[in-house]
């Protein structure tokens, strides 16, 4: 089994690499859900969405989340009707979270409701919330503390970042089968996502490094910074603001302690004995998923690692 750490659209393209070159039904990801917060009253969770909609074809490519074609009457009558506008759900998406929301009411679990949605919409590779706890991930700001959403699409990133705050609820637990993919996991990625709030999240939560750390299993790690440069999302103020620098030799020190072999893009080819002198072995190689082909490549080179 092949257990995948993600958080949203870089880990998304990531996996429709891999399933590419090994079975879906190998493939379990375990998915951040630092992301998720309540609004219209609905459970929303970004990554868990992203993850399950991309492998079930059914995204909007442009955007990296939302479904592909999807309808905005419902948005466009919640703004008539005073509800607040600055996060875009489409009407199938909305479908997403009323459901949701709905079966979490009615008893199930975090986990539960995303194995019967991802059933629902076809996917077979597993996904998994990285807990069935409330662990979301706040920005603190000159502005104020505040979710990451609100933070990132709200206020368009716009705030300086003085600290990120993972589980501002209070302690969270992994989700109970965590712990064992990761003790029976035959290759761990972690996939090129935010490593401060999509990997984060997950590795903070308890024994989840110290797993890591004691299993046998090479673990490889892809670099979501390119040329000094996040693909998507607000990884390079974020990870300024915790002090690292914003490259694949920052991705490496985040990473040192837990990974074996850090996957780098072709154009930080420089930075390599910088981050072999961290311990780690390190594999160059083109990490743009720039087509089905690309993102088959980098899955492949991942499991080689
Ligand atoms: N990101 C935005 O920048 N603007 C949006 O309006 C927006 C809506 C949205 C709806 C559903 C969903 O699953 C994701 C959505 N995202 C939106 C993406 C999201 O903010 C981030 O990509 C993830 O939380 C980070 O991985």
Known sequence: MILVFAGGVGAAKFLE?????????????????????????????????????????????????????DTTACMEWLGKLGAP???????????????????????????????????????KVRIVPM?????????????????FERYFV??????????VRLHAAGPAQPTPELLDLIAQADHILLAPSNPIVSIGPILALPGVRRALQTTAVPIVAISPIVGGAAIKGPAAPLMRAMGYEVSAFGIAQIYADLIDTLVIDQLDQALMNSIKALGLQVVVTDTIMRDSAAKARLATVALQG
């Open 85 to 123: 506008q600055w996060f875009k759900l489409g009407d199938r998406d909305l479908a997403l979270h009323i459901q949701r929301t709905a079966l979490l009411r009615e008893g199930w679990t975090l986990s539960h409701v995303a194995d019967h949605l991802r059933q629902a919409l076809g996917v």
């Open 17 to 69: 690499g891999l399933v590419q070159v090994v079975p879906p039904e190998e493939i379990v990801a375990v998915v951040n859900t630092g992301d998720d917060f309540v609004l219209h009253g609905l459970m929303i969770a970004p990554d868990l969405d992203i993850v399950t909609c991309t492998l079930a074809d059914l995204i909007d490519r442009e955007q990296g989340w939302g479904i592909a074609g």
């Open 131 to 147: 807990s069935n706890d409330p662990a979301p991930t706040h920005i603190v700001t000159a502005a104020g503390e505040m979710h």
């Open 154 to 163: 709200e206020r368009r990133a716009q705030d300086d970042v003085q600290d």
